[in-house]
T-cell receptor
Framework: AQTVTQSQPEMSVQEAETVTLSCTYD???????LFWYKQPPSRQMILVIR??????QNATENRFSVNFQKAAKSFSLKISDSQLGDAAMYFC????????????FGQGTELSVKP | KAGVTQTPRYLIKTRGQQVTLSCSPI?????VSWYQQTPGQGLQFLFE???????NKGNFPGRFSGRQFSNSRSEMNVSTLELGDSALYLC??????????????FGPGTRLTVL
């Protein structure tokens, strides 16, 4: 069975600084997707960034980028130039290429941004 | 395009009762997945429906059931409610057509409180 682990329950960053959230996963599958979701206090889940396992190039979306290490099964999220609106719970998630409707989530990292 | 909608947004029930939650996917989306979010267990996958058929199922007891209608709207039912069923229930929809990536879009959730 696949598992996703986020070892940092809480993180804090100063506004305009850079922060990295960690995520490791375990799977025996070769084709899968990895995601970072943001859940603000409104509880609305928002997709931040995704990574296809077959792509070696790390995904980037504006201030958000990932460091995908497939052999190490590591998938960290870097937020650059942190903004107050980035404060939220961040979830790392795994999805098999076969069972496309099922996301497996990590426990989440609560990010606070200090002005 | 309207997003994923869930009704009701808040619900209070007592132990032993049953409850039905509704999810209306984005127009044209054929897959609906359900997740339970609790502080202790985090986000857990309940089941996925595609074209009125359950395609994937998580590790929940038989008290949790669901269905999907021909217009892709989905309902989930929890019978004989227990205190531990208190949670935020999220649904997500996706096109789920063809191969490749299909993003899941989440609804705002239904907050269920069992007294």
């Amino acid at each position: 069975a696949q598992t996703v682990t986020q070892s940092q329950p809480e993180m804090s960053v100063q506004e305009a600084e850079t922060v990295t959230l960690s995520c490791t996963y375990d799977t025996s599958e070769s084709d899968y997707y990895l995601f970072w979701y943001k859940q603000p206090p409104s509880r609305q889940m928002i997709l931040v960034i995704r990574q296809e396992a077959y792509k070696q190039q790390n995904a980037t979306e504006n201030r958000f980028s990932v460091n995908f290490q497939k052999a190490a099964k590591s998938f960290s999220l870097k937020i650059s130039d942190s903004q107050l609106g980035d404060a939220a719970m961040y979830f790392c998630a795994y999805r098999s290429a076969i069972r496309r409707g099922k996301l497996i989530f990590g426990q989440g990292t609560e990010l606070s941004v200090k002005p | 395009k309207a997003g994923v909608t869930q009704t009701p947004r808040y619900l209070i029930k007592t132990r032993g009762q049953q409850v039905t939650l509704s999810c209306s996917p984005i127009s044209g989306h054929r897959s609906v997945s359900w997740y339970q979010q609790t502080p202790g267990q985090g986000l857990q996958f309940l089941f996925e429906y595609f074209s009125e058929t359950q395609r994937n199922k998580g590790n929940f007891p038989g008290r949790f059931s669901g269905r999907q209608f021909s217009n892709s709207r989905s309902e989930m039912n929890v019978s004989t409610l227990e205190l531990g069923d208190s949670a935020l229930y999220l649904c997500a929809s996706s096109l789920a057509t063809g191969g490749g990536y299909n993003e899941q879009f989440f609804g705002p959730g239904t907050r269920l409180t069992v007294l």
